[in-house]
């Protein structure tokens, strides 16, 4: 028997499977589709203080091995995540949750943290959002807001605190660095990268809000080789996410540093994809003479 | 399975495996070789074990969509979407039609038929090249009207000028929105419409398709296709 269980900031995991946040939704039409009891965790939908529609429509644009997206956000509202979706989520989901906690200023992801971070285990720190005017990204690209970000919500939040951070930067490491000295325990690289694509026909860009965050395989090299440079650059753990399609990809994430990988886009187009990543895991360990996951953490010096 | 263009541009691709009864109004999301994202495809007839879609050619897709032959597998998400609900007070349907809109109509009028409902479908196109299922639309409904833009064939304008000649207390409608707005704004009944959006997902996971009703925010993909006429705020 392999073993598949990995330590995230203390909280242990099944796996390190985890589908990522705004491709899996707040869990409950995939446990119509699936037993999510399979997963290591999951990433809920971003959530905010307030309630949010979102932007306009086309939000969504294809890309060569990828998409571009600009939802922008939506989602019901911290209160009705904690006190509806995510005791929802539990009805069918007994592994560790972890929330997603947006904002558009200090006092704003504070209070969202407040409200949602008491009914998850890990609260993953988003501040890398493309899609939303002076939000998340704002802070997400330099060391300093950064820093203050994390330093703010790290004294109201009770539960191990993950920074999600932009791949829209100059310098990551030096970003993660500000991040880790703030108070975080962990980091999830990469949010998406911003992109944009033309109808040329109409001589109109795709999306609505003309450019949107790229997801999808096209950006696991990106990914990866961020994971990799911040993990060997921190102590606190890496999560692995961008453009992970297979339990291969996981194992490659792992051995550039991540204790833990996400899954996105690769739900959108294939439900089942993180349930087949899970059970391909074993064989892939058995062809590779892996016993236990945790070992090849960051191998690759 | 079959792959064969029935008007320009216009193929009907018929699918056969373990495909339960599919309601009408609900769309598959097919998966094309080499395209990262499904492309969503109405249900134009459904039996037990097979299913007939039929799709325009307009980008990438589709047309790659056109090289399948007999024997290629197709990997198809099913069941998507709420699909039309016929309800039990209306005797008399209006189907309205626009384009390759009116190929979701077509599940909708054989299923119209079984409840005895006098059917009557009033179809838009561009010209005669484009018309597809036009027997199969007169063998099923009690009267069926077309209008062509170019008067290639029945009447030449806009669909909704067929409005005074028909006899309905309910309608459905499916086709480009310009023709949706026009279609609610000239009907007094209740009815409902197929509405589309580019999609993520297609099953409800990643807020790609969300639109603003009067009851609040829905996927088109999950909480839709089909809406209410009175959920619609355009
Ligand atoms: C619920 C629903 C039912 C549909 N039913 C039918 C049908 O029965 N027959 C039919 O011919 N077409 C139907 N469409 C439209 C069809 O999905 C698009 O024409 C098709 O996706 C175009 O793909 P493409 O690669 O050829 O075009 P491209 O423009 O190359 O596609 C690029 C991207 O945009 C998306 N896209 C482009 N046009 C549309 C559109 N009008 N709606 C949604 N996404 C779009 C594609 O899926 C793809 O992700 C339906 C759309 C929806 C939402
Ligand atoms: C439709 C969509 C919605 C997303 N919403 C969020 C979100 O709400 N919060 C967040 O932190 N990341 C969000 N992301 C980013 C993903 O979680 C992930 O970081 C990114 O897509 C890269 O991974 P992937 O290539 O596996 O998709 C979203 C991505 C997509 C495609
Ligand atoms: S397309 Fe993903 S929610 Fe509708």
Known sequence: ???????????????????????????????????????????????????????????????????????????????????????????????????????????????????????????????????????????????DGAASVVKAVRE??????????????????????????????????????????????????????????????????????????????????VVGCGGVASAEDVIEMMMAGATAVQVGSENLRNPFVCKQIVENLPSVMNELKINKLSEIIGIIE | ?????????????????????????????????????????????????????????????????????????????????????IPESSRKALLVGGGIGTAPLYQLAVELRKKGVFTTFIAGFANQSEIFYQKEFENICDKTYYATMDGSFGHQGLVTELLPECDYDYFYACGPTPMLKAVTAAIATDGQLSLEERMGCGFGICMGCSLMTAHGAKRICKDGPVFRKEELVW
């Open chain 2, 1 to 85: 399975m079959r792959n064969e263009e029935v008007a320009s541009k216009i193929f009907r691709l018929e699918l056969a495996g373990e495909i339960p009864q599919l309601a009408a109004g609900s769309f598959v999301e097919v998966s094309v070789g080499g395209m990262y994202l499904r492309r969503p495809i109405s249900v134009c007839e459904s039996v037990p074990g097979k299913v007939t879609l039929v799709y325009k050619v307009v980008g990438k897709g589709t047309t790659q969509m056109t090289k399948l032959v007999r024997n290629d597998v197709v990997n198809c998400l099913l069941q998507l979407g709420n699909g039309f609900q």
């Open chain 1, 1 to 143: 028997m392999v073993d598949l269980s990995v330590n995230l900031c203390g909280v242990t995991l099944q796996n390190p499977v985890i589908p990522a946040s705004g491709t899996f939704g707040f869990g409950a039409e995939m446990a119509e589709i699936y037993d999510l009891n399979v997963l290591g965790s999951i990433s809920v939908k971003g959530t905010t203080f307030e309630p949010r529609f979102g932007n306009p429509t086309p939000r969504i644009a294809e890309c060569p091995d990828g998409l571009l997206n600009s939802v922008g956000l939506q989602n019901p509202g911290a209160k009705v995540v904690a006190e509806e979706e995510i005791p929802n989520l539990r009805k069918h989901f007994h592994q560790p949750i972890i929330g997603n906690v947006c904002g558009f200023s200090l006092d704003d992801y504070r209070a969202c943290c407040e409200t949602v971070a008491t009914e998850v285990e890990i609260v993953e720190l988003n501040i890398s959002c493309p899609n939303v005017h002076n939000g998340g990204m704002a802070f997400g690209t330099t060391p």
């Open chain 1, 156 to 237: 109201v939040c009770p539960r191990p605190l993950i920074v999600k951070l932009s791949p829209n930067v100059g310098d990551i490491v030096s970003i993660a660095k500000a991040c880790e000295e703030a108070g975080a325990d962990g980091l999830t690289l990469i949010n998406t990268m911003l992109g944009m694509r033309i109808d040329i026909r109409r001589r109109k860009p795709v999306l609505a809000r003309k450019m949107g965050g790229f997801s999808g395989p096209a950006i696991f090299p990106v990914a990866l080789r961020m994971v990799y440079q911040v993990s060997k650059a921190c102590r606190i753990p």
